[in-house]
């Protein structure tokens, strides 16, 4: 079994492409991808090693049926987080958002999902630098970090591919694999 779970949230499959292209990067470390709408909190616990990523929806909600989404997503899953123990889980987090759309709330639903499992336990690791980005206000701003990966398609999509491969690089590095 490889010891990388990537679980994911989408609503437009934006983050899941993102989800997809950190998986080829970390070749045989990691599973497929797996929508988090298909998922238990069993899942989760079976690797030593997660990448979670999410969109930022509405006004910095996490990706679910009531900001519209088709289909359920985080929001629907986070109830599972009650009780699960991510003690000794490292856990990177990327997100996605649009910094110019919604520079007051610029990835808050990456905040939210740290949040969650930061509350469960988990080692969180893949912290990202906050330059190179312009936003007025953002909870997954932690110091002077984003508390992961952060991606803006959007007004920046010149620069995904760099960024992911530095980060899979950076967190590679922190997951001493």
Do not use: H
């Amino acid at each position: 079994m490889a010891k990388v779970g990537i679980f994911f949230g989408t609503d437009t499959g934006s983050t899941r492409k993102v989800a997809k292209q950190m998986a080829k990067l970390l070749g045989d470390l990691a599973d497929k991808p797996k929508n988090i709408n298909r998922c238990e909190a069993s899942d989760l616990e079976a690797y030593e090693y997660l990448i979670l990523g999410t969109p930022t929806l509405g006004d910095g909600q996490l990706p679910g049926l009531s900001v519209d989404c088709q289909e359920q997503s985080w929001e629907e899953f986070l109830p599972n987080f009650e009780g699960l123990d991510l003690s000794g889980k490292k856990v990177a987090l990327f997100g996605l958002g649009d910094q110019v759309g919604y520079p007051d709330e610029f990835v808050d639903g990456l905040g939210e999902l740290y949040d969650y499992v930061a509350n469960c336990g988990a080692e969180i690791y893949g912290f990202w630098p906050t330059e190179g980005y312009t936003f007025n206000a953002s909870n997954a701003v932690d110091e002077d970090e984003f508390v992961g990966l952060v991606i803006d398609k959007d007004n920046q999509s010149g620069m995904t591919d760099q960024r992911v491969t530095g980060w899979i690089e950076q967190i590679r590095a922190e997951m001493v694999l």
